[in-house]
């Protein structure tokens, strides 16, 4: 089993910053792209931004430059870099892995598939 881990989440004040962070642990072989989403009351799941194993990256459309997408493979972890927030970014962030799982050792077996994450809630108010 794979399991995904959001945290860094809050409460700031508009103009604000934050860091989320998220994490997959399990009997995970090798982890490819990861990706960041966003969902607001009332609203449908969004794209934030994603990026590959080798580090290219890609945003969504609303994104204006203010967020950051970075990871690290060695600790099997995404960020996102949330700057100069406005309320309209309160959301639900959720973090997706898609990963190759090991399946057998004797011989080496792997299945691809991704993952979710429960969410950190960012609020931005005054």
């Known amino acids: 089993q794979v399991q995904v881990v959001e945290s860094g989440g809050g409460l700031v004040r508009p103009g604000g910053s934050l860091r989320l962070s998220c994490s997959a642990s399990g009997t995970i072989f090798n982890i490819h792209d990861m990706s960041w989403h966003r969902q607001a009351r009332g609203k449908q799941r969004e794209l934030v931004a994603s990026i590959t194993r080798g580090g290219t990256s890609t945003y969504g459309d609303f994104v204006d430059g203010r967020f950051t997408i970075s990871r690290d493979n060695d600790k099997n972890s995404v960020y996102l870099q949330l700057n100069s927030l406005k309320a309209e970014d309160t959301a639900v962030y959720y973090c997706?892995?898609?990963?190759?799982?090991?399946?057998?050792?004797?011989?080496?077996?792997?299945?691809?598939?991704?993952?979710w994450g429960n969410g950190t809630a960012v609020t931005v108010s005054s």
């Open positions: 997706n892995v898609d990963v190759s799982v090991l399946a057998g050792s004797e011989p080496l077996t792997c299945y691809d598939r991704d993952y």
